[in-house]
């Protein structure tokens, strides 16, 4: 049982992780600079920096929560 909570908890983290280096990869082709002042400052990297962990969050919680539910899907049948 507990090592159950233990493969489940290495997969979130491990899914969590991917999507944010994916995010993080899909929004250097984003152009921050039509809609902040000046990109290069510290304001702007922490805005992408939260942005992408927002982002990466929202997929990731999208996909894992398919994830569980298709595994589910095997007890319709007991």
């Not at 922490?46 to 927002?54: E, K, S, Y």
């Amino acid at each position: 049982m507990m090592q159950d909570f233990g493969q489940q908890a290495l997969i979130h983290i491990v899914v969590h992780v991917m999507f944010l280096a994916a995010v993080w990869w899909a929004l250097q082709s984003f152009k921050f600079d039509l809609f902040v002042k000046n990109p290069k400052s510290p304001q702007a990297m922490l805005l992408m920096i939260f942005v992408t962990i927002a982002l990466a969050y929202l997929v990731s919680s999208f996909f894992l929560q398919y994830l569980e539910s298709s595994l589910m899907l095997r007890y319709i049948w007991q």
